[in-house]
């Protein structure tokens, strides 16, 4: 259990929940909540701005003697046993939330009294008394401070009563996600006027899925739309293609203008065509230089850009009106009417090897037919084809599913997706930086 802060009138305390054990007796040397842990070592928190001989000075000294040495099997699995029981209400808060509202009686916060004086007892190093002999508890309070001993005895509350308020929690809290959230000055008052305390968690758990409509997920059908790219036949002779491609080299194109097979390295401008006759705007997203263009692959860059440029020579300049499809993928741009520039800077052919049984061992190692080259890249494809539909399939269903159920997502779930993600980023800065280091 971990509680951050001091005890200040503004300060919230904050619990861990993967830490929210029972914890043992001060007399088997307790976990203070009021300060992060180190390993088992446990401290009571020291009390700032006092005087280097001021008793209270000495409190702090002393606090840093009580030592936690409690194995961490025990502190996780022993809850201890309060002389009453604590009254506990439970109200529901949207986002997946629960309040606890914990009352602790007077005869719980007695015995908490009675441990928590006896244990500095043990500890105080008063003046006239030796360490571990029987201090009048008059004397005893004075010397180490009325407001202290309050402090250390709400700390001790807190301490043996989390366990039991949260056990109606066990198994539905989220991890890290408990907070008291009565502040630490509030529980003071009430404790020295009441001679008792209240205090309010707030916790995270797990969230309710609702269906809309209720039982909707029974007999649901969905088609699911497969993508023509990954048919496995096609996507076999394509690999086939780019393979048998590869072993070929480029040869400079003089005598002809551009045509399906060839490479061209073109310079290309886009702006828009206003109805207005107001000033074109240029289209960044569709400009490039030295864009190396494969007219095999002309339709997959833009539709009908082939067919536009078919016969242009190197050194040639073309000029044609194009609009964007519905379907483009940048919304701005569907629709929009432009007007291309495009230059041809330089026009390859590629010189291809014969396509047969002579290069099946440069298509696919281990081949010796070019049969075998286009079996073993067929099996490959159909795999991928499989892997394909069931992602395909997948991603259907749970696009189904989210808009037929309704989750009120913990806060607590937020921040720690929030975490990662940002350590995530602050680990590809490191290492961005590290590899800039290393390169100068």
């Not at 009294?113 to 009048?136: L, Q, S, T, W």
């Amino acid at each position: 259990m971990v509680l951050y802060g001091t005890a200040t009138a503004s300060t919230l305390l904050e619990f861990k929940a993967s830490l929210l054990s029972p914890c043992p007796s001060f007399g088997s040397r307790p976990v203070n909540p009021l300060i992060q842990p180190v390993k088992n070592t446990i401290f009571f928190p020291a009390i700032k701005h006092v005087s280097s001989n001021s008793p209270s000075q000495q409190f702090k000294k002393i606090s840093n003697t009580f030592v936690a040495s409690a194995s961490t099997a025990e502190v996780d699995t022993l809850v201890e046993k309060l002389p009453a029981d604590l009254n506990v209400t439970e109200t529901e808060e949207p986002n997946s939330r629960v309040r606890l509202s914990v009352e602790v009686p007077p005869v719980v916060c007695e015995d908490c009294y009675r441990r928590v004086i006896r244990e500095f007892m043990k500890k105080a190093k008063v003046p006239g008394f030796r360490p571990g002999k029987n201090v009048p508890e008059s004397i005893l309070i004075n010397y180490i401070g009325k407001q202290n001993i309050q402090k250390a005895i709400v700390e001790s509350i807190l301490k043996r009563t989390l366990p039991h308020a949260m056990s109606s929690m066990t198994g539905k809290a989220l991890e890290d996600s408990i907070r008291i959230v009565t502040k630490f000055s509030e529980m003071e008052n009430t404790y020295s006027s009441l001679n008792s305390l209240r205090y309010d968690i707030i916790v995270d758990v797990a969230p309710e899925v609702k269906w809309v409509p209720e039982y909707g997920y029974k007999n649901l059908k969905i088609v699911v739309e497969i993508d023509s790219e990954i048919d496995a036949k096609k996507a076999s002779e394509e690999e086939l293609r780019r393979r048998h491609k590869s072993l070929g080299s480029l040869r400079i194109v003089t005598d002809r203008g551009v045509k399906l097979g060839d490479v061209a390295v073109l310079d290309i401008s886009a702006t828009t065509i206003e109805a207005d006759d107001s000033d074109a705007k240029s289209i960044p997203s569709a400009e490039s230089r030295g864009f190396q263009f494969d007219t095999e692959d002309g339709d997959r860059i833009l539709p009908g850009f082939l067919e536009a440029i078919t016969g242009i020579q190197r050194g040639e300049t073309k000029t044609f009106q194009y609009v964007f499809p519905e379907s483009w993928a940048q919304e701005n741009l569907r629709g929009i009417e432009a007007k291309f520039t495009v230059e041809c800077k330089e026009l390859f052919y590629r010189d291809l090897p014969d396509l047969d049984d002579s290069i099946a061992d440069k298509l696919l190692p281990g081949c010796t037919t070019l049969e075998e080259v286009k079996k073993a890249l067929l099996e490959k494809c159909l795999e991928v084809e499989q892997t394909a539909k069931e992602q395909a399939a997948d991603n259907a269903i749970l696009d189904r599913l989210c808009k037929m159920v309704e989750v009120d997502i913990p806060r607590s779930l937020f921040e720690e997706q929030g975490r990662e993600l940002y350590g995530a980023q602050l680990l590809q800065m490191q290492h961005c930086n590290w590899s800039r280091q290393i390169g100068s």
